[in-house]
């Protein structure tokens, strides 16, 4: 993506109110200085343009036929659907869509996907909002795994937030070397304090020196 893409997606979460500063405890159950809530996406107008990115990612990148975009749940059910439809609307390639349950469907024609139900052979693009922990994309390759021997091309996410995960390397690195499979991410948290440090937005100066300091210290380079 070119840098001015980047500064818009950036302005987008701002205006979404997805992107917040402050003092918060993540997933991983460390302090950080901001937080990414995707579930701020909330209406018909976020998601299409929130699935032009993602789309946009996924075309620079995977150049290899896909079968199925894959959301774990529940936050990354609209990311898949936003994709599937961008993909279409903005490359006119027709790609499936799959999410999981949270619990296995013991009634009907059970399972644990909706949507698309891969097979041996498929090739699967996962999208997920940030990798933290890594413990959504560890339960997602499983579960694509326990259903057909598919092949995951990649993984796309929104932001790489460039910190430590379970070990010395980041969440990012411990996935690619865990899998294998490469991970592409729409910007970086570095993108975001290039671009709005000491700029004010709506009036209101997310980024001052104290917080680039606390945000800096924490990313692995």
Known sequence: MTKESKNEFIEFMLEANVLKFGNFIGKSGRETPYFINTG????????????????????????????TIFGPSYKGIPLAVGTALAMKISYGKNIHFSFNRKEAKDHGEGGLVVGYVPKDGDNVVIVEDVITSGISINESIAILKSIANVNILAIIIS???MERGN????????IREKYNIPVYSIINIKDVVEYIYFEKKDGRLFINEEMKGKILGRILE
């Not at 976020?46 to 079968?67: F, S």
């Not at 070990?167 to 411990?174: C, G, H, L, P, Y």
């Open 40 to 67: 701020f996406y909330n209406d018909g107008n976020c998601i299409e343009r929130l699935g032009r990115y993602y789309a946009g990612c996924l075309e620079e990148h995977v150049k290899m036929k896909i079968d």
């Open 159 to 161: 932001v790489d937030r």
């Open 167 to 174: 070990s010395e390397i980041s969440a990012v690195e411990e």
